[in-house]
Protein backbone atom coordinates (compact mmCIF):
# COMPACT_ATOMS: atom_id res chain seq x y z
CA UNK A 1 0.00 0.00 0.00
CA UNK A 2 1.32 3.40 -0.97
CA UNK A 3 1.96 6.31 1.60
CA UNK A 4 -1.32 8.36 0.54
CA UNK A 5 -3.34 5.61 0.72
CA UNK A 6 -2.08 3.91 3.65
CA UNK A 7 -2.69 7.25 5.91
CA UNK A 8 -6.62 7.12 4.65
CA UNK A 9 -6.84 3.56 5.68
CA UNK A 10 -5.08 4.38 9.37
CA UNK A 11 -7.37 7.04 9.72
CA UNK A 12 -10.44 5.61 9.24
CA UNK A 13 -9.49 2.53 11.64
CA UNK A 14 -8.46 5.23 14.07
CA UNK A 15 -11.54 6.85 13.98
CA UNK A 16 -13.05 3.37 14.69
CA UNK A 17 -11.59 3.09 17.92
CA UNK A 18 -9.02 0.21 17.01
CA UNK A 19 -6.48 -0.12 19.17
CA UNK A 20 -3.33 0.51 16.99
CA UNK A 21 0.54 -1.22 17.12
CA UNK A 22 2.53 0.27 15.25
CA UNK A 23 6.24 -1.09 14.10
CA UNK A 24 9.23 0.79 14.44
CA UNK A 25 11.07 2.41 11.83
CA UNK A 26 14.52 0.99 11.28
CA UNK A 27 13.64 -2.49 10.58
CA UNK A 28 15.59 -3.71 7.34
CA UNK A 29 16.22 -7.34 8.60
CA UNK A 30 14.68 -10.52 10.26
CA UNK A 31 16.66 -9.16 13.69
CA UNK A 32 15.74 -5.76 13.53
CA UNK A 33 12.19 -6.77 12.48
CA UNK A 34 11.96 -9.36 15.30
CA UNK A 35 13.31 -6.52 17.73
CA UNK A 36 10.53 -4.43 16.69
CA UNK A 37 7.80 -6.97 16.72
CA UNK A 38 9.52 -7.66 20.84
CA UNK A 39 8.86 -3.68 21.30
CA UNK A 40 5.85 -3.20 20.10
CA UNK A 41 3.58 -6.15 20.02
CA UNK A 42 2.17 -8.56 22.59
CA UNK A 43 3.85 -11.77 22.25
CA UNK A 44 3.13 -15.14 24.41
CA UNK A 45 5.60 -16.95 24.77
CA UNK A 46 7.73 -13.93 24.71
CA UNK A 47 10.82 -14.53 21.81
CA UNK A 48 13.68 -15.66 23.07
CA UNK A 49 15.56 -15.46 20.07
CA UNK A 50 14.80 -14.36 16.93
CA UNK A 51 15.95 -17.65 14.75
CA UNK A 52 12.53 -19.37 14.25
CA UNK A 53 9.89 -17.59 11.64
CA UNK A 54 7.68 -20.18 13.65
CA UNK A 55 8.37 -19.07 17.01
CA UNK A 56 7.70 -15.72 15.96
CA UNK A 57 4.18 -16.23 14.64
CA UNK A 58 3.31 -18.43 17.42
CA UNK A 59 4.13 -16.11 19.86
CA UNK A 60 2.51 -13.42 17.92
CA UNK A 61 -0.84 -15.29 17.71
CA UNK A 62 -0.69 -16.27 21.30
CA UNK A 63 -0.17 -12.49 22.32
CA UNK A 64 -2.84 -11.05 19.92
CA UNK A 65 -5.33 -13.71 20.89
CA UNK A 66 -5.38 -13.11 24.57
CA UNK A 67 -5.92 -9.28 24.20
CA UNK A 68 -9.71 -8.57 25.27
CA UNK A 69 -9.59 -5.59 23.07
CA UNK A 70 -11.79 -6.75 19.46
CA UNK A 71 -10.43 -4.32 17.08
CA UNK A 72 -6.79 -4.31 16.17
CA UNK A 73 -4.74 -2.97 13.71
CA UNK A 74 -0.76 -3.55 12.91
CA UNK A 75 0.71 -0.79 11.50
CA UNK A 76 4.37 -1.05 9.39
CA UNK A 77 4.94 2.70 7.60
CA UNK A 78 8.81 1.89 6.57
CA UNK A 79 8.11 -1.61 5.39
CA UNK A 80 10.15 -0.74 2.01
CA UNK A 81 13.22 -0.16 3.91
CA UNK A 82 12.88 -4.28 4.55
CA UNK A 83 11.81 -5.03 1.02
CA UNK A 84 15.03 -3.03 0.09
CA UNK A 85 17.78 -5.15 2.09
CA UNK A 86 16.22 -7.97 2.62
CA UNK A 87 13.27 -8.97 0.12
CA UNK A 88 13.72 -13.27 1.37
CA UNK A 89 12.94 -12.34 4.84
CA UNK A 90 10.53 -9.27 3.77
CA UNK A 91 8.86 -11.88 1.74
CA UNK A 92 8.20 -14.24 5.13
CA UNK A 93 7.79 -11.45 7.88
CA UNK A 94 4.90 -10.11 5.33
CA UNK A 95 3.25 -14.00 5.13
CA UNK A 96 3.75 -14.01 9.12
CA UNK A 97 1.49 -10.75 9.46
CA UNK A 98 -1.01 -11.37 6.51
CA UNK A 99 -1.68 -15.00 8.56
CA UNK A 100 -2.71 -13.26 11.24
CA UNK A 101 -5.89 -11.75 10.90
CA UNK A 102 -7.74 -15.33 10.09
CA UNK A 103 -5.98 -17.19 13.16
CA UNK A 104 -7.52 -14.48 15.23
CA UNK A 105 -11.00 -13.91 13.78
CA UNK A 106 -11.36 -17.31 13.95
CA UNK A 107 -10.41 -18.00 17.31
CA UNK A 108 -11.92 -15.03 18.78
CA UNK A 109 -15.18 -16.56 16.82
CA UNK A 110 -14.92 -19.76 19.04
CA UNK A 111 -15.22 -17.83 21.94
CA UNK A 112 -18.24 -16.13 20.67
CA UNK A 113 -16.72 -12.82 19.94
CA UNK A 114 -15.98 -10.51 16.92
CA UNK A 115 -12.63 -9.73 16.43
CA UNK A 116 -11.07 -7.95 13.77
CA UNK A 117 -7.10 -7.38 13.23
CA UNK A 118 -5.99 -4.97 10.19
CA UNK A 119 -2.48 -5.26 8.53
CA UNK A 120 -1.30 -2.37 6.68
CA UNK A 121 2.05 -2.70 5.43
CA UNK A 122 3.44 0.59 3.17
CA UNK A 123 5.77 0.11 1.03
Known amino acids: ?11 SY ?9 LPDGIFSKDTFCNGVR ?19 DSLWSGLELLPEEKLLIIWRTASEMRAHDIHNF ?6 LE ?21 VVVV
Open 39 to 57: ATLPLDPPLASNHSWDAIN
Open 1 to 11: MSGNTAADVIN
Open 99 to 119: DLPKYICDSKKREGKEASLAI
Open 14 to 22: KNSSYLIFE
Open 91 to 96: KIACDT
